[in-house]
């Protein structure tokens, strides 16, 4: 129990909180202590009997059973898996900017569902992380099952088609995709390789309450990183850092630089853009 104990501490805290209602919700459901009638995105529910609870408690619960257990137990992996590399690497030292993503995916996944009567969230919401992990490091040679070999720009869809097979809907993860190549083009597509506006950055009150959680957390010796010198890098995690510190400094300056100096910003974009695009680096690391 302890090895399991350290294993879930060791998890980045934003995708352990996600994983852990994910694991939980579904339990809650299974053993009757909640109706699982409760956990549904119902658009008449939600809209006209004001239960408010339901856009969260789809996103998390799953109906388990004989015929679905594998596909949760698949996707429950991806999750942990795709999370986890995003936050400790496109994401690392930047909570406020990764829980913002997931805040700006859920929003979006949560006005398609009561538009297109979509019930539950938990794949879609996952597909999105894995699709903009999937493009900062869209170069990267990644396998699947079986041996099967390919970039991981082409991963998202290869998993379309996966859950179909195993019996999921093809609407859930086309829909995670579109919602996470939506962020991906507002956040670096748009801003940095077209030189238009930056149209997302993450509020105030996020950037201020989950640092101040972070260092409170770092006082208490918890999450406390290693030193660079100590820290073991694998080639995509090591490029996704690199790209993302450059992508988050290119993106506080591009609003008041595009717009003054239209040189400055198309020349900090094809800079950034080589950054992101580029994956040579990755093989200096071991």
């Known amino acids: 129990m302890s090895d399991i104990g350290d294993w879930f501490r060791s998890i980045p805290a934003i995708t352990r909180y996600w994983f852990a209602a994910t694991v939980a919700v579904p339990l809650v459901g299974k053993l009757g202590l909640i109706s699982p009638a409760y956990f549904f995105l119902w658009p008449e529910a939600f809209l006209y009997r004001f239960q408010i609870w339901r856009p969260i408690?789809?996103?998390?619960?799953?109906?388990?059973?004989?015929?679905?257990?594998?596909?949760?137990?698949?996707?429950?992996?991806?999750?942990?898996?795709?999370?986890?590399?995003?936050?400790?690497?496109?994401?690392?030292?930047?909570?406020?900017?990764?829980?913002?993503?997931?805040?700006?995916?859920?929003?979006?996944?949560?006005?398609?569902?009561?538009?297109?009567?979509?019930?539950?969230?938990?794949?879609?919401?996952?597909?999105?992380?894995?699709?903009?992990?999937?493009?900062?490091?869209?170069?990267?040679?990644?396998?699947?099952?079986?041996?099967?070999?390919?970039?991981?720009?082409?991963?998202?869809?290869?998993?379309?088609?996966?859950?179909?097979?195993?019996?999921?809907?093809?609407?859930?993860?086309?829909?995670?995709?579109?919602v996470g190549h939506l962020y991906f083009f507002l956040m670096f597509r748009y801003p940095m390789d077209l030189g238009g506006r930056n149209f997302l950055s993450t509020p105030q009150f996020l950037l201020r309450n989950v640092s101040s959680a972070q260092d409170c957390g770092l006082r208490r010796g918890a999450g406390r990183k290693e030193p660079w010198s100590q820290r073991k890098l694998d080639p995509g995690s090591a490029t996704s850092e690199l790209c993302a510190e450059v992508s988050y400094l290119t993106s506080l300056s591009l609003t008041s630089t595009v717009h003054r100096q239209p040189a400055a910003g198309r020349a900090t974009g094809k800079v950034c853009k080589a950054y992101m695009y580029s994956r040579n680096i990755a093989s200096f690391f071991p």
């Open 57 to 178: 408690t789809a996103t998390f619960y799953f109906p388990v059973g004989p015929g679905t257990g594998f596909l949760y137990l698949v996707n429950l992996y991806f999750l942990y898996q795709y999370s986890t590399r995003l936050e400790t690497g496109a994401f690392d030292g930047r909570p406020a900017d990764y829980l913002f993503m997931l805040l700006f995916n859920w929003i979006c996944i949560v006005i398609t569902g009561l538009a297109m009567d979509m019930q539950l969230l938990m794949i879609p919401l996952i597909m999105s992380v894995l699709y903009v992990w999937a493009q900062l490091n869209r170069d990267m040679i990644v396998s699947f099952w079986f041996g099967t070999r390919f970039k991981a720009c082409y991963l998202p869809w290869v998993i379309l088609g996966f859950n179909y097979i195993i019996g999921g809907s093809v609407i859930n993860e086309l829909i995670g995709n579109l």
